[in-house]
């Protein structure tokens, strides 16, 4: 069955300091992979996706993230965390077939410190 | 990027009656609307995925009396949350998108209902 992990339901980082935030996926095939950000009470925001080509893909608010296909992983990266990234964080995966739905992971809640 | 806009973003109904959120793409026609809840702190749980004049396609464990998904029309889907219930009170996102298509889907801002 299709899944998306997201090991770390909190983390907490000082401002200004570098940010990895995990996601690890179980899909069949090739997967369409998104990271998302929610503020409190907001829908959500897309930072990046991964449809193919260079795995290393730059997304929105300087973050970028990398796939690798040999770990299943989706991680998501700044180097410089702002106090405005404090929000929930979730990756996803998209099915490629039948409804082209969207498995989301749990989330990770960053907290970020002045 | 294409736009779906929601409304209302909050509503707050009694218990016992109905109410419905309204999804719209903006800009573009969307083959396929889905309908997702989100309880505090959580992840989201998709609910139902509907396509342009046919059948909502319910998940397992979604009340299909309960939660009735329709779309009419590519631009817009609605999710009636019939006979609330407290337990009803959550955060519903929509999310729209080309089906097929190497597009991501778009979400909405959200309804936040509360059931009193």
């Known amino acids: 069955a299709q899944s998306v992990t997201q090991p770390d339901i909190h983390i907490t980082v000082s401002e200004g300091a570098s940010l990895e935030l995990r996601c690890n996926y179980s899909y069949g095939a090739t997967p369409y992979l998104f990271w998302y950000v929610q503020s409190p009470g907001q829908g959500l925001q897309l930072l990046l996706k991964y449809f193919s080509g260079d795995t290393l893909v730059q997304g929105i608010k300087g973050f970028e993230a990398e796939f690798k296909r040999s770990q299943s992983s989706f991680n998501l990266r700044k180097p410089s965390v702002h106090w405005s990234d404090a929000a929930e964080y979730f990756c996803?995966?998209?099915?490629?077939?039948?409804?082209?739905?969207?498995?989301f992971g749990t989330g990770t809640r960053l907290k970020v410190l002045a | 990027g294409a736009v779906v806009s929601q409304h209302p973003s909050r509503v707050i109904c009694k218990s016992g009656t109905s109410v419905k959120i309204e999804c719209r793409s903006l800009?573009?026609?969307?083959?396929?609307m889905f309908w997702y809840r989100q309880f505090p702190k959580q992840s989201l749980m998709l609910m139902a995925t509907s396509n342009e004049g046919s059948k909502a396609t319910y998940e397992q464990g979604v009340e299909k009396d309960k939660f009735l998904i329709n779309h009419a029309s590519l631009t817009l889907s609605t999710l009636t949350v019939t006979s609330a219930h407290p337990e009803d009170s959550s955060f519903y996102i929509c999310s729209a998108s080309l089906q097929g298509a190497i597009t991501e889907a778009f979400f909405g801002q959200g309804t936040r209902l509360t059931v009193v």
């Open positions: 996803a995966v998209r099915l490629n077939s039948g409804t082209y739905k969207y498995i």
């Open positions: 800009d573009f026609q969307a083959t396929t």
